[in-house]
């Protein structure tokens, strides 16, 4: 989904009100009703909400949703990215947006600039953001289907990409650092690198190959495991040849049942890398979890005590075995039905759909932004 900002410095206070309502009324309402909207936003009279109510719906902040108890509201990925902007403008940690310089599986990146000019990255987290080939894995995922769902997920994703980016910056790892975080966006240190995959010259391979595998065996020895050590996650700065490591979500503890399985996995992705492109062979074996790991910090542990807790990382982890699954599923179905696929960017529709009473009961992460002033500087695009 692209980020349009076009509207966001002709929001009123009063749309941004409202739509903040929506996005509080959706934390124990997946269509939040209208008289619930404009209870919460406190705005007297009707007529002034249904305004701002018409006018979100029609730059697609909000989607109209019918169902079968009621008629009411959700917030759709483009009203949420409104809301983390606006958030970061009166941190004023974003002043403007700039380029998209990436689109992930399941992020979109873009340089914004800060107040005084300096530039940042700012990741959007976008879960639930895949297509389903066969029919069987739509239907399965139709079942869960729930847009407030991946919202959630996103935004569990991007706290625990933030909060490890912190400790891991801490503890001397080379990571962007990270600057800023609401919602489902994290803000973060710009690169000046590109990453390995498109470095065009590396000038001493067996270097740069020792330094990732001691980076391996670091966090590990920190009681993590990155888990997607790959050439796309590490840059590396084209002048001094260091790397920077990033993409923290799929990050697992030293004690998870697949963290041998894991740890080997970057490891090789690494070592087939040096090989295809730099024809580059180490003589030493390894590095091995049993043998060369001493884990003597946890920052895993520091972590779920402060910033993300083990059950969000449980239920982050749960969707991550879901979408994998479904992708087995995909690669075991191929042919079926091709167009039968569901684009999951096709989001902030407004489809109708059954409000079941369970959808309702779903958790939504305490927002830090409740009590945020309603005024403050829009940003500028
Ligand atoms: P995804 O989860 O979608 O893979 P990443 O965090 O890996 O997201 O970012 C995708 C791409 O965006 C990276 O491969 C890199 O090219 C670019 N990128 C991400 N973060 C930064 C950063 N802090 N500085 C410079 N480039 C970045
Ligand atoms: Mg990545």
Redesign the pocket.
Same mark, same amino acid.
């Given at each position: 989904m692209k980020l349009d900002t076009t509207h966001l410095r002709y929001l009123s206070n009063e749309d941004w009100r409202v739509l903040t309502a929506v996005e509080m009324g959706s934390r124990n309402h997946e269509v939040v009703p209208t008289p619930l909207i404009a209870q919460i936003s406190g705005m007297r009279g009707g007529s002034g909400v249904q305004r701002s109510i018409s006018t979100l719906a029609k730059i697609g902040l909000i989607g109209k949703v019918k169902n079968a108890h009621y008629d009411g509201y959700r917030l759709t990925y483009g009203g949420v990215d409104y809301l983390a902007l606006n958030t970061f403008s009166k941190r004023k940690t974003v002043y403007s947006v700039g380029n998209q310089?990436? @689109?992930? !599986?399941?992020?979109d990146?873009y340089v914004v600039a800060g107040e005084t000019g300096v530039q940042h @990255?700012l !990741?959007i987290h976008r879960l639930g953001r895949i297509s389903f080939r066969s029919v069987k894995a739509n239907r399965d995922y139709l079942r869960n289907r729930n847009s407030g769902s991946w919202m959630y997920m996103s935004r569990l994703a991007a706290t625990k990409e933030f909060e490890f980016m912190k400790v891991l910056r801490e503890n001397g790892f080379p990571v962007?650092e990270p600057l800023d975080q609401s919602r489902h966006c994290i803000l973060?240190?710009?690169?000046?690198?590109?990453?390995l995959r498109s470095v065009t010259e590396i000038v001493n391979p067996a270097k740069l190959y020792a330094e990732l595998m001691e980076l391996i065996v670091k966090f590990a020895n920190h009681g993590l495991i990155h888990g997607?050590f790959n050439e796309?996650?590490i840059?590396v700065y084209e002048k001094s040849q260091k790397p920077i490591v990033?993409?923290f979500?799929q990050m697992i503890s030293v004690d998870h049942a697949n963290a041998e399985e894991q740890f080997d996995r970057d490891v090789n992705c690494i070592k087939r890398f040096f090989e295809r492109k730099f024809g580059f062979k180490s003589d030493q074996p390894g590095p091995f979890f049993t043998k060369d790991v001493n884990t003597t910090k946890r920052l895993d542990a520091e972590v779920m005590a402060s910033g993300f807790s083990k059950k969000q990382w449980k239920e982050l982890e749960k969707y991550r075995l879901q979408v994998l699954a479904n992708e087995k599923d995909d690669e075991g179905e191929e042919g079926e039905s091709a167009e039968q696929a569901v684009d999951e960017n096709a989001e902030g529709d407004s489809e109708e759909e059954d409000d079941s009473e369970e959808e309702e009961e779903e958790e939504q992460l305490v927002q830090e932004e409740e009590e945020e002033e309603e005024e403050g500087e829009i940003i500028g695009t």
């Open positions: 310089i990436g @689109v992930g !599986k399941e992020s990146i @990255v !990741k962007p973060m240190e710009l690169i000046d690198a590109h990453p997607d796309f996650n840059l990033i993409d979500p």
